[in-house]
């Protein structure tokens, strides 16, 4: 007879890798509901710790039949587990060839050149994180239309020298959520290397519908603007960066302006064809998205055309758009990759330099893991857009 004990052990081994495996999937396969996403995200992106202690299920694979299994399963899961990390890792060997190609060989300042990340992908920075100096944040209270009292955040270099570019960052929320206090490690970072980042919040829909998110990131621009001698921004040298639905409102903002000032503009898996994402919307256990545009833009096309042209940035692309830097996930099930790719085709008509960072293991809202593959290679490319167009 086998022994009890050999046989319990072998069981729980194949039960843990089993949940391994299961993990790994979940890195990969398709999010049938916002739970399912949302655990995706953090799979999909620090799985690598993870697959470190699954490594231990390994040992001791000749013991039993049932642990030899164990750990041809384990090797599957710490596989799948790893696999954004390598598709990361590839991805990042091309990305700064192909960002200079697209926007030029960036001009960083001499305080901020010895602090740029030199690689898209650092595999210590998976482990101890992205470190940066400290930086000084204040909120501002300022007035925006109607009387209604706008807020943002400022982050400022606790040190810095002359007058620094502004980067506005947009949160997203469907237009009907989210805050300014969202995502903030992004904010941090480009502060510590001479920024002067905002990241305001705008009126929400339903009670503010479209286009009074737009009108407020004007007045907020307007008042950055204002801070030229308190706060030592530069006016003539702002660029706008947007989440998920703010990167709608960023787009929308930077492609309808005729400020210079405006000189680039990043989308993080920003809804952008309108029209096509209600005709299309994501699945419903995941989001109601057709519900949400319903109630961002006032109802759906058939009767609200009018707001859906006005609402879609690529209806605005023209020679004179800002650079535009699209960071799109392959497996973002809210947010269609097509969205990047319908702005992309109207920008190459025009011949605006743009670029549409394709990551294949990534699904949407994937830089909440800042440290993780897709947050360090969105951070890079970010930086050396800033770098290029400020």
Known sequence: ???????????AHLLAATIIAIAGLGALLPQPTALVWQAS???????????????????????????????????????????????GLTLARSLPERLTERFGQPQPRSAFADRARTTPLSVTSLITGISSADVVVD???????????????LYRPAFAEGALP?????????WMGGDKGDLPALNAYLAARDYVVAAISYRLAPDARFPAAQQDVDD?????????????VDPTRIALIGRSAGAQIALLTAYTSSDPAIRGVVSF???????????????????????????YLGGPPSTHGAQYDAAEPSQF??????????????????????????VSARLLEADVPHFVLRMPWAAHGCD?????????????????????VL
């Open 269 to 295: 898996y920003g809804p952008a064809a309108l029209r096509w994402g209600y005709a299309n919307p994501a699945k419903p256990g995941v989001v109601d998205s057709s519900g949400i545009l319903d109630v």
């Open 139 to 153: 909120e501002h209270v300022f007035p925006g239309i109607d009387g209604a009292e706008l807020r943002l955040d």
């Open 166 to 174: 502004i980067v506005v960052m947009i949160h997203g929320g469907s």
């Open 41 to 87: 995200v953090i799979v999909g992106e620090a799985g690598y710790w993870l697959a470190i202690p699954a490594a231990l299920l390994l040992f001791g694979w000749k013991r039993s039949p049932l642990r030899a299994v164990a750990a041809v399963v384990t090797l599957v899961g710490i596989t799948l587990l790893l696999t954004p990390l390598a598709q």
């Open 368 to 388: 909440y893991v800042f440290r993780g593959p897709c947050g360090q290679i969105s951070t890079y490319a970010v930086e050396r857009f800033l770098a290029a």
């Open 317 to 342: 692309v023209s020679g004179r758009t800002p650079p535009t830097l699209f960071i799109q996930g392959l497996r973002d099930e809210l947010v269609s990759p097509f969205h990047a790719e319908f």
């Open 220 to 232: 907020a621009i307007g008042y950055l603007k204002s801070l030229k001698d308190t706060h030592g």
């Open 1 to 11: 007879m086998g022994d009890p004990k050999q046989a319990t052990g072998g069981m």
